[in-house]
């Protein structure tokens, strides 16, 4: 297999792949950015919303994981083109329906085709990048994530006010179209080797010992308490700015896309910062494990810090920032993480099953969020629940640091290799 790290192919892959992550988050974050007409045009609670929006994530982890596997053993270009043609389709029924189960199930079949895209892209990115060239492309998918989110917090209000809130719905619809077109042409499969000189870098692991490792559990666990605050805050923020802190929806935009803005160079940053601690020897635990908790602390003391009575809004401005970038920058680091530890025929699986497993936060935490909101339209309901996903953010992101030992477990792997070769009959058993 080619080794050779061809940077221009590679950097186009990941702009494609940049864009392709910021349509992902647009659908996300649309219906958020439109609470309020939804909920008056379709006369439903905030717990309705709430079911509503936490019913995208129903068959995310279904749909993750089943694509993980599907990545293993399909080109990922032609994997990223079908779910990006899905994802068209799935916006369709939104544009004309007025009725809430119609939006709830669009919503869960479009969460079904968006399940396996995060772990699809970097499974496709890491074809075309080294080891220790990984984070930053996948940061850059992060800020695809934030672009698509900025696109959203200024185009939705523009387009609702001048069309009509549906309209954001055929805005997807041609977005959509229009990457697969430039996918289906300038995309390719990369062909570059993990080139790992490591012992059984490559050995493929039963799935039951190589998800009990206590590093991949670690990284999961932080990626599910990050998912918990993406869930928490890109779901509910909008409806705080508007419906709590009293702004209207174009400042309510505006101010949400100051958010996304400002924590996209936090997340470039804070992943560049790992990638050179990696680059001067810097043990990977210390350098991606327990500086992705050290991030994720911080970001869930700035979600505590907006139950503060009287903060002024500026403060409770860059506590958003900082909780919406640093609060989920395992998202960015983690899978550098899983790739560390995973055979590379098992990534795609491997980074899938830890997007699907921090999607069952997606439901819960808009759930919850909506049970508090419904108890409490004021602003302190927004906050007490920003207080609970704050501690929960800190609780699992330390937790996670504890467990994450790359180089423990890569030593463990060495050694059940030098054992499988010592007993071939115990290994080929062991792997059925």
């Not at 936490?54 to 990223?80: D, M």
């Not at 869960?108 to 220790?132: N, Q, R, S």
């Not at 920032?321 to 055979?343: D, F, M, N, Q």
Request: glycine letters at 10%; aromatic letters at 10%; one cysteine or more.
């Amino acid at each position: 297999m080619n080794t050779h790290y061809d940077a221009r192919s590679a950097w186009r892959t990941a702009t494609l792949l940049l864009v392709f992550m910021m349509a992902n988050f647009f659908d996300k974050i649309v219906i958020g950015l439109l609470a309020v007409p939804i909920m008056n045009d379709l006369k439903i609670t905030p717990m309705q919303f709430g079911v509503l929006s936490s019913s995208f994530f129903w068959l995310f982890a279904v749909g993750g994981i089943a694509g993980g596997f599907i990545a293993n053993r399909i080109a990922a270009k032609w994997v990223l083109l079908a779910m990006a043609l899905a994802w068209a389709l799935c916006q369709i029924p939104l544009v004309m329906s007025t009725s809430l189960t119609v939006f709830i199930l669009a919503r869960v079949a479009l969460g079904l085709t968006e399940g396996p895209a995060y772990p699809t892209a970097i499974h496709a990115a890491y074809k075309w990048f080294p080891p220790h060239k990984r984070i930053v492309p996948v940061a850059l998918f992060g800020t695809g994530t934030g672009l698509g989110l900025l696109c959203a917090g200024v185009l939705v209000p523009l387009i609702t006010l001048r069309w009509g809130w549906r309209a954001n719905f055929l805005f997807l619809i041609v977005f959509t179209l229009a990457w697969s077109a430039l996918w289906l042409i300038f995309g390719k499969e990369g062909k570059l080797d993990d080139a790992q000189p490591v012992p059984g870098a490559h050995a493929e692991i039963p799935y039951r010992r190589l998800l009990a490792d206590p590093t991949v559990f670690g990284s999961y666990l932080m990626q599910f308490v990050g998912y918990w605050n993406i869930a928490l805050t890109f779901t509910w923020l909008p409806a705080y700015l508007q419906k709590g802190l009293g702004c209207d929806a174009v400042t309510a935009g505006r101010l949400y896309a100051l958010t996304l803005a400002g924590g996209m160079p936090l997340t470039i940053g804070a992943s560049f910062v790992a990638q050179r601690l990696i680059a001067r020897g810097i043990p990977s635990r210390i350098a991606r494990g327990w500086f992705t908790a050290a991030c994720q602390v911080l970001g869930g003391l700035m979600l505590v810090s907006l139950s503060i009575p009287n903060l002024p809004l500026a403060a409770r401005e860059v506590a958003m920032i900082v909780a919406t970038s640093l609060g989920c920058i395992s998202y960015a680091i983690c899978p550098a993480i899983l790739g560390e530890v995973t055979p590379t025929a098992q990534r795609g699986a491997v980074l899938a099953l830890g997007t699907s497993i921090a999607s069952i936060a997606g439901i819960l935490s808009p759930l919850i969020m909506g049970r508090f909101v419904q108890a409490d339209s004021s602003a302190h309901g927004y906050e007490i629940a920003f207080l609970l996903g704050g501690s929960v953010l800190i609780a699992g992101s330390l937790i996670g640091a504890m467990l994450v030992n790359p180089e423990r477990s890569m030593l463990r792997r060495v050694e059940a290799c030098q054992r499988a070769d010592e007993n071939p009959g115990i290994a080929t058993s062991a792997a059925k």
